[in-house]
């Protein structure tokens, strides 16, 4: 029956977890992935084994989109909806998927094999049009591809059966569930004459954790999230601060759309990420690091899995790391499961003890509060990659690059218009024009730097800088020629806030909407001058009043593209002094085409 296979694996994972409530995440989708989906069943099971309420675990799963509570196609398919995609044809791909399975986007097909939907960025924008198939990434999808995948997985019966696309991949041995290229550009100083195994730590463990933490400062690293906080205060302040035990957090959630460096840094470089964090645990006295690696890069799994293990066996990670008595660490991966907020570091957190990626209040910071209470110094995968090489190189050498308030090179993540998308290592400081050059974007007409929380750069602003000082970026760099709508663009930025708020504060969850709507009222053509007015004070409010990062920038594509591109606005602007946003004649629109008929009073004129 089916209550006892559910009874039985609920009892399974709950045991192979140890009733862990922080491993809430992991246990869930665990069953997601035996039963299919989260039951109001299993819910209940999972809350007797834990002794939680019910309501803890449906408030966890509703939190992010890769959790079902309702059973869904034995594929899904989850096609990326970003604005890179959409100009490299995604729209085409969507429709052949739709008239392939014979449903619309959002549906499950009749035979319950296939569901169909769009997701967020998925780390590929690179290589768009991209698609998740059951995890397997999928990437420079045409509209003749779908038939082909469609039929492969109704033959095979699973996703292993997926023919490759693109069919040339270079990653096939290492990366079995992916079909992604390396991505990897130009590499500069940072990813060049790479270390020997144990070089890095060995270059740590000569010194103390003291010192260690005085070159982190001495190179005046700052952190490569964007925020740019300088690493070696943060490693400072956990260090001294109390606690039973000090964390490494590494943020692998990279989900800012058009960001995918931390995907080549973990794809082809992955000891570097760990070598930094191990060199992080030795300076805060640490026994306990977490990779939070976003849920869209679970292809990864194995392959970081294999490193980790190898890293263990040659004696880099484990008892006694490097020879070193009394120097204990080890790394635990932790997948998420499709939510933008967790990028923002507090929300990492609440998912990382198996909870809603909701953002915590601050003070008190992470590090003194941070990981199930305890100092936890958190940074991304390119600040570990920094300094890990800042360990082997020295401060010096690193100081040496960039700009006196940006040092050290930046990875840059490139895509759209351009003749040669990838990851690019450049010296903080380069020019946009610069990298326009690089990258074979020299027809650009708008440049977003940053992702869609970023800043819109115009032709006339291409002389500016990629420097904290300047242009502060955590790499997202998209690129759109002369042809295209640098409006439409912006009311997809816009669209994808609505989409990604959490809900949690009113300012966030109704201003992303209302700035949605006004913004779709201006690439309709239909606003005054009134609303661009209204437009820009509601964006004011909503950052001043929302409660985390995600609704304090959510209003920046607005207002930086109203400061960059004011021509294109007043192109669209109505001279009357109000304009409806909606007409009785657009709200009846849909009723005319359900009733293939105009209405009656209209009809009888």
């Known amino acids: 029956m089916e209550e006892d296979r559910t009874m039985a694996e609920v009892e399974d994972i709950l045991a192979q977890f140890g009733s862990d409530r922080t491993r809430l995440m992991d246990i869930v989708m665990a069953v997601q992935h035996r039963l299919g989906h989260v039951s109001d069943a299993s819910v209940g099971l999972l809350a007797k084994g834990l002794g939680i309420e019910p309501v803890e675990i449906e408030d966890m799963v509703s939190f992010y989109s890769f959790f079902d509570r309702v059973p869904r196609g034995r594929f899904r398919i989850r096609l990326a909806k970003t604005a890179i995609s959409h100009i490299k044809g995604a729209q085409a791909v969507a429709e052949a998927f739709e008239h392939e399975l014979g449903i619309a986007m959002g549906e499950t097909t009749a035979d319950g094999e296939f569901t169909l939907e769009w997701t967020s960025d998925i780390g590929m924008a690179d290589q768009e049009p991209s698609a998740l198939v059951n995890g397997v990434v999928l990437t420079a999808l045409t509209p003749s591809d779908v038939a082909h995948i469609v039929a492969a997985l109704r033959q095979s019966g699973h996703e292993g059966g997926l023919p490759q696309y693109p069919p040339h991949r270079t990653q096939g041995a290492a990366l079995p569930k992916a079909s992604v290229q390396p991505g990897l550009v130009k590499a500069g100083p940072l990813l060049s004459a790479l270390p020997a195994p144990g070089a890095v730590i060995g270059a740590a463990l000569a010194m103390t954790p003291d010192a260690v933490i005085a070159q982190i400062t001495a190179s005046k690293l700052r952190g490569r999230g964007g925020a740019g906080f300088p690493t070696g205060m943060k490693w400072r302040l956990t260090r001294k601060s109390k606690g039973k035990q000090h964390y490494v957090v590494c943020n692998a959630d990279e989900g800012e759309p058009g960001t995918f460096k931390d995907r080549v840094l973990l794809s082809e470089f992955p000891d570097l990420v760990f070598d930094g964090m191990t060199v992080a645990a030795f300076a805060l006295g640490s026994s306990q690091g977490l990779l ?314």
């Open 292 to 605: 939070y690696l976003r849920g869209e890069y679970a292809y990864l799994w194995d392959h970081l899995q294999g490193v980790l293990d190898a890293r263990r066996k040659s004696g880099l990670l484990g008892k006694a790391v490097g020879g070193r008595r009394g120097f204990d660490f080890d790394i635990r991966i932790q997948l998420g499961a499709g939510a933008y907020m967790c990028g923002e570091e507090s929300s990492l957190l609440e998912s990382l003890e198996g909870k809603r990626g909701a953002p915590r209040d601050r003070p008190p910071f992470p590090t003194e509060h941070g990981y199930l209470g305890q100092p936890t110094a958190i940074d991304n995968v390119e600040t570990f990659v920094c300094a890990a090489r800042i360990m082997e190189r020295g401060a010096a050498w690193f100081a040496g690059m960039g700009t006196a308030l940006s040092t050290g090179t930046k990875l840059m993540s490139v895509a759209g218009d351009c003749t040669y998308p990838g990851v690019y290592e450049v010296p903080f400081g380069i020019t946009v024009n610069a990298l326009l050059d690089l990258v074979g974007g020299s027809d650009a007409e708008f440049v977003q730097i940053s992702g869609p929380s970023g800043q819109s750069v115009s032709p006339r602003d291409f002389g500016r800088q990629i420097a904290f000082e300047d242009l502060s970026t955590g790499g997202s760099t998209m690129v759109f020629g002369r042809q295209r709508d640098v409006l439409g663009i912006i009311l997809q930025f816009a669209d994808f806030f609505v989409d990604e708020s959490c809900g949690w504060c009113a300012p966030c969850r109704i201003g992303t909407t209302q700035l949605s709507l006004a913004m779709a009222k201006v690439v309709a053509g239909r606003a005054t001058r009134a609303d661009l007015t209204a437009m820009e004070a509601l964006s004011h409010t909503v950052m001043r009043m929302s409660r985390c990062g995600l609704g304090q920038m959510a209003p920046n594509p607005i207002l930086s593209s109203m400061k960059s591109f004011p021509e294109a606005f007043e192109a669209r602007l109505r001279p009357e002094a109000f304009v409806p946003r909606v007409t009785l004649e657009q709200a009846l629109q849909d009723a005319v085409v359900v009733q293939g008929r105009q209405p009656v009073m209209e009809a009888s004129a």
